[in-house]
């Protein structure tokens, strides 16, 4: 505990109260004692002195980091990179200069260049914990993760309540099953900073993976009572409202927080990453609308170019993915979400479109096998068990992909698509009745297709239920009565009525 401050004349005034009986003596003694005191800030000042001197003399000056391959990087960072290289030749012992250098470069994915930076910074700097903090980052992003956690291990030993460093250590602990550690580093980072929610989402991480579903529950709450935006707060929540068999409100939390990324804490270089990035909304957003005009080579050049930039950005990987999926490029589309998944692998979303890649390149097996990793992530999500749907469709085990199906209607109700399958396997199968109830729904769910309104015509007729046959007819008519299958379809009915 800290003691009350004195003022310089209370404490002469106190010092000569206690040495009134001794008037001589306190008189020698005081030149003698403010001599130790000058000798002493001298002594310190010039051991001072004497190791800036000898870190001049020994320890070179770090040279600037170049881009390796400056032809992929995009115009503006590159004018800011040589500016900021500029400023290190200027002052090339200044930490800050190289830390501002690194900065520009983890923040466009230039991550083997920062590191380098940062690691200049700290011999520069060896007692500011930010130049450790970002090699850490780095390391991660690059996915060396041994090494990335010895430098955390480091971090954390040497500044002990370095919140963002401790949350990093722990998720990389998480990632490697050491579960105890990582508990004690989300614990440290929730006692840090009690009023953020990224120390109490950590620990519903770890709680969920320990089957303390309980306890991940009560953190996860916690997290989001802090951050109700924070949406993988509320897919972890789903997880442990799963493990504790609410499955209603399990569902409605893991729709809520799927394919959500983690938060990380911020540092002192946020203001600097924040300055020099380069924005990828605005690449996504570009990219999506050239896509939907059918003009997909542009759109991926745009994607690739962000991507480069950044790297891990789980959002740039999933819409590239995508435009590769659509233009049939799968080995492209499967290697992109296979670092998504090494990114969050608990997201179920990237397994969903492997298992698309897989079977789009003629290896069913594989596709079954990312289709179930998909279900066991997020079995209550309707769109996990349809996908497992079609994949054992198009493997012809049509028994199970209609148990798939009826799984998927449970938690999607809406879905049109879960339902016309479903007719489809029942007309195959010869049970015209559950086709037509089947085709009844979907009719109900999309009005406006008119093969469903004949398929469902086609069945109430085969069943010899005529008035809902031409009921289903006048929908169909209505909406493009000179249709060809609509034309057919009314020829066949009237046929029945001679």
Sequence with gaps: MSQPR?????LRARNSAKAAPATSRAGKSAPRTRVIATLGFMSLTLAGTVVYMLR?????APEVVAIESPGDVDSAVLEDARRLQDAVRATPRSAAAHGELGACYET???RSEALDC???AEKLDPANPVWLFHQGVCLQSLHRGDEALEVLARLTHESPTHAPGLYRYGEGLLLNDKLEQAEQCFLRVAKLRENEPNGYFGLAEVYNRLRRYQDAKINAEKA???AP???AARYSLGIALRGLGRLDEAERELSAGKEAPRWYLGDELDPLLAKYGVNTKDAINKAMRLAQLNRRPEAEVILDKALQAHPDDLALLNNLAAICIDSAKYDKGAELLTRATRIDPGNFGPYINLSVCSGSTGNPTQ?????DKAVALAPNVGQTHLNRANMLIAMKRDDEALLSLQQAAKFDTRNVDVFTKQGDIFVKQKRWEDAFNVFSTAAQLAPQVISIHLNRGVMAAFIGRLQEARESLAAAEQISPNDPKVINFRNSLAKLDE
Excluded at 6 to 10: E, P, V
Excluded at 56 to 60: G, L
Excluded at 367 to 371: C, D, G, K, P, S
């Design 108 to 110: 466009n994915g230039l």
């Design 6 to 10: 004195t003022s310089a004349a209370g």
């Design 118 to 120: 940062y690691r200049n």
């Design 229 to 231: 935006d924070y949406r």
């Design 56 to 60: 001049e003399r020994f320890i070179p």
């Design 367 to 371: 596709a079954l096998e990312y289709a």
């Design 224 to 226: 989001i009572a802090l």
